[in-house]
């Protein structure tokens, strides 16, 4: 078992691991897609974890909080991807 507990469980271990290579990327067009990257992969793991619906100010809320307020896409003016579009392949598995 681990010896610490993340917060948010729910994002796994690899989620951090992600979050300290983009903070080694030097600002631009690259790290701010690979930031978006990740925050659609925390929504994803989000919603696969509690099963509902969340809103993007939650995601960018945990990132900030897991980057050490490094990282803040509240101000992007950039949405996340729908939920719908996130879980479709889950949902069509179940069909």
Not at 60 to 74: C, G, K, T
């Amino acid at each position: 078992y681990p010896k610490s507990a993340s917060k948010y469980r729910f994002y796994g271990n690899n989620i951090q691991n992600m979050i300290d290579v983009a903070l080694t990327w030097e600002p631009g067009e690259k790290r701010e897609a690979l930031e978006f990257t990740i925050a659609n992969h925390m929504k994803k793991c989000y919603l696969n974890w509690n099963k509902d619906t969340v809103d993007d100010v939650v995601i960018f809320s945990h990132l900030n909080e897991l980057s050490h307020n490094q990282i803040d896409l509240s101000n992007a003016g950039e949405a996340l991807s729908e939920s719908k579009n996130l879980l479709k392949k889950r949902n069509t598995q179940q069909n």
